[in-house]
């Protein structure tokens, strides 16, 4: 058997991390052995939890039963490997470990005594073939729900995936006592409502892995895997065709170095959050071992080690396996694609999708247009990993020669256009995109205000400036009245139609609600998790909703001109149940004795007439 | 397992006169079911439900065997004023500031162009605004609030959404004469339901609706200053009859109105929503109902596509699904004939008398049949086999031409049923029912299976794999197909709002109004 290099071996190493059919492979359980296989140290990362987790057990007092959930991938058992090492002095016993459960002693300096931690509760109850749990198993739950409720016993450290959490529920025999119910209709509680502590449990805690925000994991990743030491390989064997000239690693590795990568990762991961979707450390590491090792031309999608890349790399084709393709996983069939999650996500992004006359006429004119070239050639003309497809600049000249016309050639010249857009996307500087406006070529055309002037004062506990709050105002005006009200009011109409309250015309005032008096407008954290909530107070009431991406997203485009219902039944659907609610929760009634007739003049002010109903 | 609505002393006939060439869907269904389109099937409801709540009788007990009457708004003067008024703008157009003038010519105009109707006096409204222009605007803005208004040509089956009781009235004829087309009973069998139902639930019903139909609101003031002073009323009217004391689709419609309107959905926008779940919940008795008759107590099961790009195993049942479920009522048809005629005795024992002729066998049957069935034309059969043979396909073509239809366009108007994007029906529930479902049962944060198992137990709703390896024979259940179709509920309910989703394919769904 031939011996590898340190180079092969590395990426060997790291392709077990990368989006491989047998899925598994990345769990925590299965990456220690091939590790010790390769003589490479896995790749760790501190959880940012870490910390809260190790102070609910490292005293020597208030031990607790901490439920450490999050999605799948999120490092629980890592996490719990880590405590059992710190809380016992050793390293988690393998014996245990493949059976998922393990009972140690406690260190002294932590209080000494007996701790229980279940690595993964889906693996540790799979032991018969009854869909209840057995006997021992519901023993030893007792004995946790016991120390949950404050009656004595050992703490335990449980993890558990959301939907794990519900399945073991259902798992219990009918005969559990009712101590063990409770503590998990207690638990599910906290689950359901996000809520960290109990209140009917002194000893009970919740921690959620997937409580961080996805851009801080990615920043963890991206440090954690671009700072191992092991690419010292890429110096080292330059001369060897997997490190060479042509090879899409090296282009891949210095280019996702580049802070403008990096940021625009870092972008995407706080898009995904407010999006809803949480991406777990393993999805960001895949994704990051993807973008690296993506080739469309290997087995598995990805570069393997040997002499298939030293015959795919002997000339250069890095093209095909561009970071800004491997990022959207434009490496794989799109059947294949859509099988992982996060593909999926990145995919309705639509990045690179959405045409726009700005760019485009950059790409197939900037060239030789004298008006177009300085910014052309800032935007696109570099390009020193050759990560352009070579066949684009002949489709363009073909386009402005006027012989792209065949259906066939049509469809190639778009994907060479969208591949392009994707291109600029991902590798213009942070300065660049912002004065390109790179965010129109995807959905969100407006997620780069949305991070900068909500998100990040948000995040810092400030105002959002008066010019952004009179953007969302225009927005929820036209939204909820149906009129195209001037952009520039300072407050909020709630109108209702004849018929319902969501008519789509709704031009009879309920409420105006502006920043003084007794009502009260304003974009703060929410409590729980700190997101942006937008806030509509009037007297005593208030009413607040959560400002996602696809929201803003949503009035920014209404604000700007676009008709409500143009951009998806859904969104408005969601805008109108807003507003019913609003009017429910701040109990605005329309007056008996009058209406509020609402009309505009030719510059969209609002008149407002009086009807006398006496 | 519930009892069988069958059962002896459930069902009551009915005594008060039998407006049908056969009564025989009438008697399994009631009187009746036809089809209706979900606007008025709305305005039909709620007319009969303010109409009880005038007399002070809103939800109270009701039996089969009772004719339950109520009177219903004409409301001619702002029919004529809202529907034939065609020169309103142009008069308000051409004496643009004479207001006097404006008035005059109007008054002349509408004079005019209501006699063809009835002959009123239209001079209390000059009256009751400072402008001719004021009043124009009144108008122009109550014609806004016309429910479905491209429904229908006739101007005298134009309704007004149940924005207040002054906005309600009954269609007719251009004469002003009752017009049964458009109301044709199923609303009123969905009071007669909810009147039937526990009585926990209707006192609860009668607390909770009348914030929806009660007087004296900003819009009931704006519709009355276009009417007279002193409202008219038709007579009472009666005739709707609903066969069973107690049935199971009762207590359920209830259920579900209660918690929609305790969400608290601001002004009258609760009928919005409620207006899905008494269609979906009258098309679900249509079918348990012929289920009963046919030795089955339990919901038809309803396999449900949530809609999808492509046709699979879930699409193809669906469909097969709706046809067997609503086909169902041909033997329901069956069932009831023979147990008419085993009810009669007497009867049963001549037609087994191998003595006596078939000339006194087929009088006798004919006799009873004639009575019983209320029959407008008496088959032609020459033997006891070919009359009830006739008889029989009689009564399954009026079945055909009102219970099947009236299924059809009930299914269709809930947003249950669907051809989109085939050329055949199926259940396919539309967003706007799979919302009012979940915020008819979504109180708490719930776990989406969860939900899923409340569909199921009480529509018999067919979504996952799990529910229709129970409900469906084995050979139809392709596990993985219904398994993308849980999928695509969770990620519909998602999309909608409603749906929170986990890791681990766990979701939780939410009552967006709690």
Redesign the interface.
Known sequence: MPSHTNGEKWIKFLRAYGPLPEGNSQEAENIASFSAKLGIERLSFTHPMEETIKKLFANKESKKVAIVL???G?GKTTVCLNLVETMSGQPADPACTSQSIETFQILPEYGGGEMTVIYDVTAWRHKSDDSTLMQDQVHLLEKAAQYAAGKGGTPFMIAV??????ETVRALPADCSSDLRAFFDELLQMH??NRPNSTSHPNLEVVNL?SVPSHKLMEMCLGGILSRPEWACIEDEKDTALFGPNSSIVANYHLLKTEAVRDRLISLARVADAS?Y?L?TRSIIMLLVNVLLGHPDFPNQLVKPGVEAERRFNKDGRYKAALHKNLFGMNFKPAERKKRVLFEFLGNLRVGEETTNDIDQLIIFGKEHPDFQQAHDDLLGKDPFDQRNPELPEYLSKYLKGEVSEDTEIEKFRELLSDERKRIFVHASPEQFELYNLWVTCIFHHAGHFISKILAPVENRDEIKEEDQLKLIAGLNRVWTGLLVRDDLECIHIS????????P?SDLLIKKIDSYSDSHIQVRARNIDSKPEFVLRCGNEEFAFELTMLRFEFLMRVAKGAMPMSFS??IY??FQ?LK??A??TLR?K??????L?MDLDHVGSIQE?R?S?R | MSAFITRDGNIEPWGFGRDSDIWVPEAIWGHRLKEQPLHALLGEFVNMAEGMFRKNELFNKTEPKQDVKYAARKAKELRILLFQNPTLEQVADKYEGASEDAWKQWLKNIQQSAKASNPHDFSYLKSKFTTFQ?FV??VK??R??V?QPGNTKKWSHQL??P?APSALYVPTDDKFGRDRTLFARPGELAYLMLSRSDESLRNELAQLLPANISP???????IL?LMPDSQQFDEELGGTYLPYRSHPSYDRLAHDLINILKL??????VF?VMKYLIAFNVYLYALETSNHWCGTARAAPIVCEIMNTKSDVVRKYSGVCKRENEERSLDAVDIFLDRLIQSNKELTDLLENEKETEEVKLSMLREFLNSELSLKELPPGKTVGEFRKEVTSKAKAACRNNVIKAQASLGKAAGLCTKLGTNRIRYAPS?ALLRALVLANVS????E?KLLNILYDRYHIIVTADHASRSLPADVVEASHFQKNHERFAKRLT???LA???????A?VEN??R
């Open positions: 999050g999605t799948a999120d995936n959301d939907g794990q959490l519900h359901s409502s997937s809803g949480h777990p209702t139609g004849l018929d319902t309250t969501t008519s015309i039944s859904e659907s969601n149940a019913q609610k009017i429910h605005l329309p007056n008996p004795k009058f209406m007739l007439t009807i109903l | 004021e605007t009144r803005l109550v806004r609030s429910m007004l959404y924005m004296d609101t900003q819009k009931d003031n704006l200053s608290g959905f601001p002004e009258n926008d919005e967003d708490d944060r719930m776990e299976s999309a909608l709002g929170t989703r986990l890791s681990d394919a766990c939780y967006p109004y």
